[in-house]
């Protein structure tokens, strides 16, 4: 298979904090690669720089064989931690927020629409505000509005953070039938090693601003390294750093 992403030697710091000193980071075409580590370690500035909110210190990102660009940014879709829906929006309006500004027809954006909400398992519940939805239902709506541009990539931040193990599940069972339904290359960023484990085609292990691992889920569980054993383990007996 082909690499969609390659990321090449990526450097990113913020004053005299090196958050990335060197990452070297290859993502296959169709695959769900997941990035764990610890939370401070950087796996949100990769997404940030994917996305183009960040600009790198020096290193190079390739997107289908393009240096990265503006014009390479549309082939992202992103759900964002807090699913960071648009307060003032009703559901309808948030999932139609990306197809208003491609200017697309308002029939065709209703049909859109209702579509997307299926997809993720949510009826009837266009009119709802997002301060009406749990958490997980935020969540689904959020990535529903991130597959109405149709992207080719999608990046997801800590999807299973802040809900309980049932809804994580199915946040998990959605990840896992995007990509299937859709092709989607996916990246999830995540310190949540059980849903990685359940997911992923590979994990990739972000320490100290680079990888230090990268293989299987059975590759990373088996691992015998400290680094690693201590983040699967939970123990706090290893290297500890406090952002």
């Known amino acids: 298979m082909n690499n969609k992403i390659e990321i090449k030697h990526l450097k990113k710091?913020?004053?005299?904090?090196?958050?990335?000193?060197?990452?070297?980071?290859?993502?296959?075409?169709?695959?769900?690669?997941?990035?764990?580590?610890?939370?401070?370690?950087?796996?949100?500035?990769?997404?940030?720089?994917?996305?183009?909110?960040?600009?790198?210190?020096?290193?190079?990102?390739?997107?289908?064989?393009?240096?990265?660009?503006?014009?390479?940014?549309?082939?992202?879709?992103?759900?964002?931690?807090?699913?960071?829906?648009?307060?003032?929006?009703?559901?309808?309006?948030?999932v139609s927020f990306g197809l208003r500004r491609?200017?697309?027809?308002?029939?065709e954006i209703k049909d859109i629409v209702k579509s997307l909400l299926d997809q993720v398992e949510l009826h009837d519940i266009e009119e709802k505000m997002p301060s009406e939805l749990s958490g997980g239902m935020q969540?689904?709506?959020?990535?529903?509005?991130?597959?109405?541009?149709k992207p080719e990539i999608m990046l997801y931040d800590e999807p299973t953070t802040g809900v309980d193990p049932i809804t994580a599940a199915a946040v998990d069972r959605l990840?896992?039938?995007?990509?299937?339904?859709?092709?989607?290359?996916?990246?999830?960023?995540t310190h949540d090693i059980n849903s990685a484990c359940k997911i992923a085609d590979r994990i990739a292990m972000l320490y100290e601003g680079k990888i230090i691992h990268i293989g299987s889920p059975e590759s990373i569980m088996q691992s015998e390294d400290e680094i690693i054993k201590q983040f699967i383990e939970g123990r706090a007996d290893?290297?500890?750093?406090?952002?």
């Open 139 to 149: 969540k689904r709506v959020g990535l529903a509005r991130a597959l109405a541009v």
């Open 238 to 243: 290893g290297p500890i750093e406090i952002f």
């Open 13 to 94: 710091s913020f004053g005299d904090k090196h958050v990335l000193t060197g990452l070297d980071l290859d993502v296959i075409e169709g695959e769900i690669l997941c990035v764990i580590g610890k939370s401070g370690t950087g796996k949100s500035v990769i997404l940030k720089h994917l996305t183009g909110i960040l600009k790198p210190d020096s290193g190079d990102i390739i997107v289908d064989g393009e240096f990265h660009s503006d014009a390479l940014i549309s082939k992202f879709g992103i759900l964002f931690q807090g699913a960071a829906l648009f307060d003032s929006m009703n559901v309808y309006d948030n």
């Open 175 to 189: 990840i896992l039938k995007m990509r299937e339904e859709y092709k989607i290359t996916s990246i999830v960023v």
């Open 102 to 107: 491609k200017k697309a027809d308002e029939e």
